[in-house]
């Protein structure tokens, strides 16, 4: 699937939900490789809905981190083959629950 510019829309929800430091990003794996992007923090309401997450995948490697040598940006992205959510950089195990909700993937060429 190509992600070059597509639009993600989303509703994250957090109960008893502690990140130990961590941030929440939109991630991409392709090509052999697997980049989060970290242009866009994903925003956790806790104990309700939050409003919609809502953003564009930008083909700028510089709005982006590679979690592992491969491809470049571009070709993980025309070549995608997963696509989620994790969290990035916590001191030890996340705990609570996350839930989502209302995802919607638009595809630039839509």
Known sequence: MDLRGAEISVHLRGDGLDLKGARCYFWVAG????W???GRLLRI????????EHFIL?????????SWQGA???QAL????SYGISF?????EVTGKLSM???ELRLASE
């Open 31 to 34: 090509a052999g490789t697997r």
């Open 36 to 38: 989060h992007y970290t």
């Open 45 to 52: 309401s806790q104990g309700e809905w939050g409003p919609p």
């Open 58 to 66: 930008h083909n700028d490697e510089s709005r982006w981190h590679r």
């Open 72 to 74: 470049s940006l571009d």
């Open 78 to 81: 025309k070549n995608s083959f």
């Open 88 to 92: 990035v950089g916590f001191s030890e």
């Open 101 to 103: 909700e209302q995802f």
